[in-house]
């Protein structure tokens, strides 16, 4: 006697899986920004979590991995405005000035300020850490800005030889001294923030523009 097949249980368990990681990297990004690397613990995360210590390893295999992952978490609130889907949306000077105003909101706010001390700290006595977190965000977020770089180049809009040295320069720019203000407490004055990004897209532009070129 045949009987109807039995739903799969890995599959119905799915949904539960995502909800229980969006958990955890919720409670570990939250401890990781408040408290730094080292005061994170496992077993408070997975409290945090409602979830069980063995559950956190199964989906992380361990902290450092799942500092890894909570990096990147953070970083995607900055990795839409690469997005090559909105490339065509407004111009390349809108663009590159959404995209600048965007990276100095994001660095400029006191919990990131609070983690990049934390860890730059941390990393003294543990360099591996310092490489964890630029591989998960900040080398991460230049290859992604560089492919919207070049994307930009290939549809005609930039002239550019090398994407990676193009975006490093515009991210140093956009920055300027109020990177260092914000780092020792200084607050910048958000009108100069805006006067400095507009000016080093006008610099970006006149330098990589096939327009500005031509004018010269």
Same mark, same amino acid.
């Given at each position: 006697?045949s ?9 119905a368990?799915r949904?539960a899986?995502?909800a ?8 570990? +990004?939250r #401890?990781?920004? =408040?408290? %730094?690397f *080292? ?30 992952a ?11 405005h690469f997005?090559?889907s ?32 934390r860890i730059?700290a941390? +990393?003294? #006595?543990?360099? =591996?850490l %310092?490489? *964890?977190?630029?591989e998960a ?21 930039l ?10 320069q ?15 407490g200084?607050?910048p ?13 006008d ?14």
């Open positions: 006697m009987t109807a097949p039995r739903p799969s249980s890995r599959r368990g949904p899986d995502r229980k990681r969006a958990a955890i990297l919720e409670a570990a +990004t #401890s990781f920004f =408040d408290h %730094g *080292a005061a994170t613990s496992i077993e408070q995360v997975a409290a945090d979590a409602g979830v069980s210590k063995v559950t956190v390893y199964n989906h992380f295999g361990d902290k450092r991995s799942l500092f890894a909570s990096v990147d978490r953070e970083c995607d609130k900055m990795r839409g997005s090559i909105q490339a065509g949306e407004g111009t390349i000077r809108e663009r590159l000035r959404t995209i600048g105003e965007a990276m100095v909101a994001f660095l400029a706010r006191p919990e990131m300020i609070r983690f990049e001390h730059a941390e +990393t003294e #006595s543990d360099p =591996d %310092g490489r *964890a977190f630029l965000g900040p080398w991460r977020m230049k290859t992604e800005f560089a492919a919207f770089l070049e994307h930009a180049a290939e549809a005609g809009e002239l550019i030889a090398d994407p990676a040295i193009a975006a490093e515009f991210v140093s720019m956009c920055k300027g001294m109020g990177d260092l203000d914000r780092r020792f200084a607050r004055d958000p009108q100069e923030s805006l006067q400095r990004i507009e000016r080093a897209v610099v970006f532009l006149a330098a990589y523009s096939p327009e500005e070129s031509a004018s010269l």
